[in-house]
């Protein structure tokens, strides 16, 4: 919990939230760069820490740092939630008239939050960074580049492009966006469902500076996710390829009963269910296949469960009255309220 109070309790201009999954080499670095970039920022900044369930010494290092520190809070989850769950534990846990999302792989230059901030004190809600460039290997980029330019087209909600997560928004969205109940997030695309003035600011991504970053496996589960959440095209896609399939089968149908009777072949009975199982069976298992992916959805967010579950706060700056009730568990209730 937190260790009282150390500023009187100043609400911080800017509070950027980085969550943390096993950066401990990477940590120093971001701290002092934020620091060069945003230490002469009128009015303070905090950084919310958030630690998901790092198993090297990422929690050790930030709670040091928190205990000496007035503008440094960490956040401690109590197992590994997600991403895009810790993301929501920091904005839970932010006090600042303005709240950035940052990844703590320096991938996203702090540098650029004080031209964020800017342009939100100009009148912006939100300002996010869009990247016209990417120091990533080739098959990143082409992936990145494919499912960007999908969500464009097929969700319901205007897509702001080769966007991530790295954004200023102004408390309004944030109180917004702690209103939201769904439990399988996808932030950006929360984001942008908000509406308000939102902005870009172009940036070239850099090169990972350490850690190992998410998986392919879990950046296709969170493709997934943000086509479920801001489109229908997967319930859609398995009407049409049931359709399909159909009459593929009709199709086949027609040309094993042509060479049937043309003599070129002797289907007998057996060909002909074969052909009925394999394609009509198919469209049936993949049709139920993304229903099902849909129902598993609706089955979790029906149990009620807390978003997280933080372990311990840390901070010499008094915590906000919503870092008490995240502390144990943030209740799915007080979301819906």
Do not use: C
Not at 145 to 167: H, I, K, S
């Amino acid at each position: 919990m937190p260790e009282g109070p150390a500023d009187g309790g100043r609400t911080p201009v800017v509070s950027i939230v980085v969550p943390v999954f096993n950066e401990e080499e990477g940590l120093p670095e971001l701290q002092r760069r934020v620091d060069e970039a945003l230490g002469a920022v009128e009015g303070g900044v905090e950084v919310v820490y958030v630690d998901d369930g790092s198993a090297d010494g990422s929690a050790a290092l930030l709670e040091a740092l928190a205990r000496e520190r007035d503008d440094v809070v960490l956040v401690r989850l109590s197992r590994n939630f997600g991403m895009e769950i810790a993301m929501s534990a920091g904005m839970d846990h932010a006090r600042g008239d303005y709240v950035a999302l940052l990844h703590a792989d320096l991938q996203d230059p702090p540098e650029l939050i004080t031209e964020m901030l800017v342009r939100a004190r100009n009148g912006a809600d939100v300002v996010y960074a869009r990247r016209i460039g990417r120091d990533e290997s080739l098959l990143k980029r082409t992936l990145a580049t494919a499912f960007y330019r999908l969500m464009e087209r097929l969700a319901r909600t205007p897509y702001q492009g080769q966007a991530g997560d790295f954004r200023l928004m102004s408390r309004r969205t944030v109180e917004a966006l702690r209103t939201m109940p769904e439990r399988r997030r996808f932030l950006r695309g929360m984001v942008a469902w908000v509406g308000f003035e939102q902005v870009p600011v172009e940036y070239r991504r850099a090169g990972r500076q350490s850690g190992r970053g998410a998986s392919y496996p879990a950046l296709f589960r969170l493709a997934f996710e943000a086509l479920a959440s801001f489109s229908d095209v997967p319930l859609r896609l398995a009407s049409w390829l049931g359709v399909t399939l159909s009459a593929l089968s009709a199709l086949l149908a027609a040309v094993v009963l042509l060479l049937t009777a043309t003599g070129v072949v002797v289907a007998s009975s057996a060909t002909w269910i074969l052909i009925a199982v394999l394609f009509l069976g198919g469209a049936q298992l993949v049709s139920a296949g993304i229903i099902g992916r849909y129902l598993a959805r609706v089955h979790e967010q029906s149990l009620g469960r807390p978003l997280y579950l933080v372990d311990r706060v840390v901070a010499r700056a008094p915590a906000p009255a919503s870092s008490l009730s995240a502390s144990v568990g943030q209740a799915a209730a007080a979301r819906r309220a």
